[in-house]
């Protein structure tokens, strides 16, 4: 795991020039630190977005990017907060996380 999280308005090859030779100072490989750093830099970078769809469409070509690569968290909420995951659903041909808004209890 990266030591840290890309700062705010850092480039993406100023994070990856310290995060992939740490993660190889850590025992990886240079091509399996290199997907890792990339990966997490994509991630940062989409945990950043407000829109709702946008979030969705990102978090899709994300995993799609990545896949066989695990990175969000075991019970990680793909949805937007004050909305959960109901399954998921077609959106463009796509298949999505169904989100919608979390009822409150009377």
Known sequence: MPVD????????????????????????????????????????????????????????AYATKYKGIDLFAEGDDPCWPGYEQIGTKDMDGREVPNCVPIAKED
């Open 5 to 60: 999280k890309p700062k705010a308005g850092e480039s993406k090859e100023d994070y990856l020039a310290y995060c992939i030779s740490e993660e190889v100072k850590n025992g990886m490989e240079q091509e399996q630190a290199a997907a890792v750093c990339y990966s997490y830099y994509d991630k940062d970078k989409m945990s950043k977005i407000k829109d709702t769809s946008a979030k969705v469409i990102a978090r899709v």
